[in-house]
T-cell receptor
Framework: QKEVEQDPGPLSVPEGAIVSLNCTYS??????FMWYRQYSRKGPELLMY????GNKEDGRFTAQVDKSSKYISLFIRDSQPSDSATYLC????????FGTGTSLTVIP | KAGVTQTPRYLIKTRGQQVTLSCSPI?????VSWYQQTPGQGLQFLFE???????NKGNFPGRFSGRQFSNSRSEMNVSTLELGDSALYLC????????????FGQGTRLTVV
């Protein structure tokens, strides 16, 4: 079993839709949870970083962590074409573990 | 504040050659991790350095090696290149272990022909 599981998509939504991206993990020792956005041929860009269970909001982005279910989510409200990218979840314990990424396309 | 700088950005090498990639972390960051990214495999962890010491190593052959200098800059080396080593190599810096936020460079795209 992989440490982190993420649905690769692809996901295609109309502009303005709410997007939900999810990851599950198996290691209860993970302490920090992150979401990265990666545009084609670029390095991943840190979007959100959370430590505890619960929600964290930053503009149109909300990160949610449920440690009891070992499940994290990223919600994007009012999605824009510029949100079209691959989204990677990441978790850290003694090192970083990444999901394989979900490819998102927002159609104008 | 300068971000993570990786050089070179693009590289074309021939099978059997060796290559050295460089990573300069964000000022004040002492932990550097390296990853290989390919379309089929996603981000694969290579190794992590902190204070010039390798803390963790991924499941890659010994042809992949790295080091970190006293100024926290890091290099990774791949010897006897194979076609399958073609990938985007990313480094990420963070302040210190246990890892919290990690910031990535733009990567070095290596093509082996």
């Amino acid at each position: 079993q992989k440490e982190v599981e993420q649905d690769p998509g692809p996901l295609s939504v109309p502009e303005g839709a709410i997007v939900s991206l999810n990851c599950t993990y198996s290691n209860s020792a993970f302490q920090y949870f992150m979401w990265y956005r990666q545009y084609s041929r670029k390095g991943p860009e840190l979007l959100m970083y959370t430590y505890s269970s619960g929600n964290k909001e930053d503009g149109r982005f909300t990160a949610q962590v449920d440690k009891s279910s070992k499940y994290i989510s990223l919600f994007i409200r009012d999605s824009q074409p510029s949100d079209s990218a691959t989204y990677l979840c990441a978790m850290s314990g003694n090192q970083f573990y990444f999901g394989t990424g979900t490819s998102l396309t927002v159609i104008p | 504040k300068a971000g993570v700088t990786q050089t070179p950005r693009y590289l074309i090498k021939t099978r059997g050659q060796q290559v050295t990639l460089s990573c300069s972390p964000i000022s004040g960051h002492r932990s550097v991790s390296w990853y290989q990214q390919t379309p089929g495999q996603g981000l694969q962890f290579l190794f992590e350095y902190f204070s010039e010491t390798q803390r963790n190593k991924g499941n890659f052959p010994g042809r992949f090696s790295g080091r970190q200098f006293s100024n926290s800059r890091s290099e990774m080396n791949v010897s006897t290149l194979e076609l399958g080593d073609s990938a985007l190599y990313l480094c990420a810096s963070s302040r210190q272990p246990p890892n919290t936020e990690a910031f990535f460079g733009q990567g070095t795209r290596l093509t082996v022909v």
